[in-house]
């Protein structure tokens, strides 16, 4: 009788969860509570080609988190052997070729994060098999100033670049081939957005990733930002450098997924 009722038990169980595949557990990639986590990220900018931006990651202990700051400008030198100036990228390095952060099954990628008002960007390098050093996936996101958000970024989201420039060919993302999670900011990207009434609030809240211009075009520009400043009032320029600067705290950033 008793293993007759456990055998009909089974079978229930087993019908209820035919077909039906589980959300995997949360993942934590990168928790920046150290400066040793901090110190397997790299940070690279438009000044290797002649640009002028500058940018640095270290870990901030009064936050707990690293510190992505730094300023981001469309100047360049006037011999410098660039196509397109005003970036600052942190990414996670690639330690050892076939090595991967396995992201199936997973449908977001969240971002625990403090801004300063201004648009990032989401980036995930997949491994490629050009021999390319990894495809690039990005997707645009602006966290509140002054705040502590989660950010969620769903997957298929994420956008294959070149560049900075979207690609048109259409190709899979190769979700088991991940090899570097990242963030970066584009000076042609939105100006930031004052801190909110609430930025006192030490709690964090989930913030939607939205969509937004900075990956697709790299010719505009905003609050004067790449403009010729030489004949404006001082007051303008010097606000115009102020809008260059950025600064993101990085908590952590980890991989969820969706029953």
């Avoid at 997957?155 to 993302?173: H, P």
Wanted: proline residues 4%; aromatic residues 8%; negative net charge.
């Amino acid at each position: 009788m008793l293993r007759s009722l456990v055998k009909s038990c089974k079978l229930v169980v087993e019908g209820l969860t035919s077909g039906v595949q589980l959300a995997p557990k949360p993942v934590v990639l990168y928790s920046f509570k150290s400066q040793h986590v901090v110190d397997q990220w790299h940070v690279f900018t438009d000044s290797f080609f002649g640009g002028k931006s500058q940018a640095s990651l270290t870990y901030n202990p009064a936050e707990q988190a690293a510190e992505f700051s730094g300023r981001c400008t469309l100047d360049q030198d006037e011999d410098a052997d660039i196509k397109r100036a005003g970036y600052c990228v942190a990414a996670s390095q690639v330690h050892r070729i076939g090595e991967y952060h396995d992201l199936s099954g997973y449908s977001h990628l969240v971002y625990n994060v403090k801004g300063d008002g201004r648009t990032y960007i989401a980036n995930v390098r997949v491994d490629s098999l050009a021999g390319t050093g990894g495809d690039v996936w990005q997707a645009p996101f602006r966290p509140s100033a002054g705040v502590w958000s989660q950010v969620s970024i769903p997957i298929d989201s994420l956008a294959l670049t070149y560049q900075g420039q979207l690609v048109e060919r259409k190709l899979d993302f190769q979700a088991g081939k991940v090899i570097s999670v990242g963030v970066s900011v584009s000076a042609a990207a939105a100006t930031p957005e004052p801190a909110s009434s609430s930025s006192s609030s030490s709690g964090p809240h989930t913030t939607a990733a939205g969509d937004d211009s900075s990956i697709t075009s790299s010719s505009g520009s905003s609050a004067g930002l790449g403009e010729d400043t030489s004949t404006k009032p001082q007051s303008q320029t010097s606000e115009a450098q102020v809008h260059e600067l950025f600064r993101l705290l990085i908590h952590d950033i980890r991989a969820e997924g969706e029953w």
